[in-house]
T-cell receptor
Framework: DTEVTQTPKHLVMGMTNKKSLKCEQH?????MYWYKQKAKKPPELMFV???????INESVPSRFSPECPNSSLLNLHLHALQPEDSALYLC?????????????FGEGSRLTVL | GENVEQHPSTLSVQEGDSAVIKCTYS??????FPWYKQELGKGPQLIID?????GEKKDQRIAVTLNKTAKHFSLHITETQPEDSAVYFC????????????FGSGTRLQVQP
């Protein structure tokens, strides 16, 4: 199984809502990532978890709150988002957090903030 | 920090022709250069990568070349097929400091049947 599964595929939320994005992998990977991708742009790194510990936070606003409950799961909790946060949110995993290993991406969760 | 520039932003070729996408990087400490392909509605997928101790790598119809002196690397796709149509991102990783990739801005490749 070489899949990273993300749910939901689409999410529409108001600025006062609280929602969560979920990501799951069963490849035994010990590094997991959240990326944000705007249309016609490359993915931008948001967070890196290594062995379930937050290792990188790219100065992401606190309205995005990551969580890694176990080595297979990664969540992104969303609260009080702004319309400019509308984007494709990609989860990825890799065997270890080295920067030089293959990243396995999910298909993404497309978020629209009204 | 590292800066990666990618050209062209769009590329249209006829089926069967070759396609070349070029990237330059700024930091000579960079040592790993992957290429990701992103099809419509999907996440990026690694198609080939090269490390700084190698000048060229091939995998069937795709190849990557690296010129460390000039700090640029290129993706070559031969005998293009319609299923090669996608957005391609180059990336670079620096051997020191932050363990994260810096992506190029992407190239939208359209292969006309």
């Amino acid at each position: 199984d070489t899949e990273v599964t993300q749910t939901p595929k689409h999410l529409v939320m108001g600025m006062t809502n609280k929602k969560s994005l979920k990501c799951e992998q069963h490849m035994g990977h010990r590094a997991m990532y959240w990326y944000k991708q705007k249309a016609k742009k490359p993915p931008e790194l948001m967070f890196v978890y290594s062995y379930e510990k937050l290792s990188i936070n790219e100065s992401v606003p606190s309205r995005f709150s990551p969580e890694c409950p176990n080595s297979s799961l990664l969540n992104l909790h969303l609260h009080a988002l702004q319309p400019e946060d509308s984007a494709l949110y990609l989860c990825a995993s890799s065997r270890e957090w080295t920067g030089t290993g293959e990243l396995f991406f999910g298909e993404g969760s497309r978020l629209t903030v009204l | 920090g590292e800066n990666v520039e990618q050209h062209p932003s769009t590329l249209s070729v006829q089926e069967g022709d070759s396609a070349v996408i070029k990237c330059t990087y700024s930091d000579s400490a960079s040592n790993y250069f992957p290429w990701y392909k992103q099809e419509l509605g999907k996440g990026p997928q690694l198609i080939i990568d090269i490390r700084s101790n190698v000048g060229e790598k091939k995998d069937q119809r795709i190849a990557v070349t690296l010129n460390k002196t000039a700090k640029h690397f290129s993706l070559h796709i031969t005998e293009t097929q319609p299923e090669d149509s996608a957005v391609y991102f180059c990336a670079a990783h620096k051997s020191t400091g932050r363990r994260a990739l810096t992506f190029g801005s992407g190239t939208r490749l359209q292969v006309q049947p």
